[in-house]
C-alpha cells in the first residue's frame, strides 16, 4: 500500500513556483531527525492530533508554535514563518480569484474595453474573464467590483482612481 501524503503543496499564480505548506516541511523535518508524530507531540507538550493537524495544514503555524518547533527541531522560527506566510499567500490569492469565477463578475468585466485598454498598455493580453477581471481590478486599485461602484459614487478624492476612470472612459 501506498504511503499517503499528509501535506499540500500548491503553486503561485505569480510565479508557477512550487511553495511547499509548513507541514510538508515538518515532515521532511521528523524524517530528517528520524522523529515519530508521537515523539514530536510529546516534545512539544501537544497533542499527537495537534501535530497531525499542523501537518495536514488543519490548523495553521502560529508564531507561537514556530517557537516550539525551533527548539525542539533546531529549525529557525523565521523560516517556519516565512514557510506559513508564503504558504497563506498563494492560498488567499487562489481563493480570491476564484471569487471572480461567478456570471456576475464575467458581466461586469465584460463592461469594460478590455482590448482597447491592452492597446493602449493598461492591462495584460488574456481571454481569460476572470483574469480580465483580476486585471481591471489591479489597474483601477480597488478590492473588488463593489469596490470599484462605490469608488464611482465618490464625489470627493480618489483623484488616481478617477484618473485611471477617465483614461478608460475615453477608449469607449
Known sequence: MAARKHYMTVYSENTGERVVSPGEILTQELRNQHLTQKELAVLLGRSEKFISQLI??????TYDVAYDLERALKVPTSEWNAAEAA???VLT??????ELDSPEIREWAASF???????????????SRIKQA?????FFG?????AYARCCKQEKGLEH???QKALVDALR
Open 56 to 61: 495536514t495544514g488543519k490548523v495553521r503555524l
Open 87 to 89: 504558504f497563506q499567500d
Open 93 to 98: 490569492r487562489q481563493k480570491r480569484l476564484a
Open 113 to 127: 474595453p478590455y482590448r482597447k485598454m491592452v492597446e493602449a498598455g493598461l492591462v495584460s493580453p488574456t481571454d
Open 134 to 138: 483580476a486585471n481591471i481590478l489591479n
Open 142 to 146: 480597488v478590492a473588488s467590483p463593489k
Open 161 to 163: 482612481f478617477k484618473q
